[in-house]
Structures are given as C-alpha cells and as structure tokens.
C-alpha cells in the first residue's frame, strides 16, 4: 500500500493565486516527520517545510505553510500568492519514528504557474 | 550553506561497463543517502549510509554497491550496467539524528545517467 499519496498528477495555477498541493500519509507509528520538497527543472531537490506529528501548530516558512490534518492523515502544502518562479514538482515526504534515516516519497505533484 | 556536489549531471555509459558515481558533501553529515528518480515513481532509495564504511539497503539495491570510505564522500557503484538503469541519480545527506526533529536531507544537483 502507498504511504505516501499525492492524488495530483499536475496542476495550473494562475500566477497570484494561492495553491493547495495534496499529501495523503498512512502509518501507525504516533511519531513521524512530514516533509515538502520541491524540484525544479535545474533537477535539485529544496526543502520546504516540515511538520512534525507531535507538533501543535501548522507548520509555515514564508509563503509556505503546511495545512496538517492528523485525523484525516492529511498534510497538504499551501502556496500563498504564487510566483512563476513556483513553477516545479513538488514532492511530500514522510519519516516514520521507527526510522532515523529513510524518508518515503510520493510521486510528486507538478506545478505550473501561469502568466 | 551545505553543499552536496555530485561528480558528473550527464553521464553516457555503454551496457556491461563499471559506473561510479560520486557524492561529496561538506558539512560533515553522519547519514549519506542515493536515490533514484524515475517519473512517476518519486525518489527510490537505493542505498544509504549512516557511517564511515557502514551501508545499509534501501528499497532498490540490486544492480548496485556503494563505498563510504570517508565521511564526506559516498560512491554508487553499477557494476555492470544495464539499460533498465537509465535514470537519474540523486545524493542527499543529512545530520544525525538523536530525536525526531526536523532533519531535513540535503541533495546534490543529480546526475542524469543514460546506459545505451
């Protein structure tokens, strides 16, 4: 089973807006560390952002902010006021407390901003 | 800044030949990490390290070794490659981690290897 879904292929997004980007997580550890990256086209992968399972406020660097839903299993990324700069995949990520090292990746989400 | 630098972003190889690929970090990491990102699939991990001349398997390591002779430096080694290995290869370190806190992993630009 996937533990990590991003149900949008790719969206557009007209630039100004404000864009959501899904993250649907599985796991029944209590303890785990959601991740956003983003890939531009140069190929190298950003951090973003990051949520903790035990953290009590949303988490936000920004313009980014992550709208975490614990009992949905949901941690969607929130692009306020996009830029064409945005313009990239997007990739959620998981780490489960079992683990120190791996992190679960979704396929990613490509995003592009319209002019 | 941490920086993570990658020896090649395009590589050509033939199939049957010895690939290295090489990953150098800076900011004296513990844990070393390689990927492989195919579209539609996300980042794979192959193999990942959390100590000098200590590897341990990911998900997708058949194909593949890997060397951590010293800290800062961690090598994907295809020993004969194939076809079915064209894709790109990224490098990520990220610093010991001794609770679960926000430790992020940071990556080199990837290498881009294409096995006719």
């Known amino acids: 089973a996937q533990k990590i879904t991003q149900t949008q292929p790719g969206m557009f997004v007209q630039e100004k807006e404000a864009v959501t980007l899904d993250c649907t997580y599985d796991t029944s550890d209590p303890s785990y560390g959601l991740f956003w990256y983003k890939q531009p086209s140069s190929g190298e992968m950003i951090f973003l952002i990051y949520?903790?399972?035990?953290d009590q406020q949303n988490a936000t660097e920004g313009r980014y902010s992550l709208n975490f839903q614990k009992a949905r299993k949901s941690a969607n990324l929130v692009i306020s006021a996009s830029q064409l700069g945005d313009s990239a995949m997007y990739f959620c990520?998981?780490?489960?407390?079992?683990?120190?090292?791996?992190?679960?990746w979704g396929a990613g989400t490509k995003l592009i901003i319209k002019p | 800044d941490v920086k993570v630098t990658q020896s090649s972003r395009y590589l050509v190889k033939r199939t049957g030949e010895k690939v290295f690929l090489e990953c150098v970090q800076d900011?004296?990491?513990?844990?070393m990490f390689w990927y492989r990102q195919d579209p539609g699939l996300g980042l794979r991990l192959i193999y990942f390290?959390?100590?000098?001349?200590?590897?341990e398997k990911g998900d997708i390591p058949e194909g593949y070794s890997v060397s951590r002779e010293k800290k800062e430096r961690f090598s994907l080694i295809l020993e004969s490659a194939s076809t079915n290995q064209t894709s790109m290869y990224l490098c990520a370190s990220s610093p010991y981690l001794a609770g679960l806190g926000s430790r992020e992993q940071y990556f080199g630009p990837g290498t881009r290897l294409t096995v006719t």
């Open positions: 949520q903790g399972s035990y």
């Open positions: 900011m004296d990491h513990e844990n």
């Open positions: 390290s959390y100590d000098v001349k200590m590897k």
């Open positions: 990520a998981m780490r489960e407390g079992q683990s120190n090292y791996q992190l679960i």
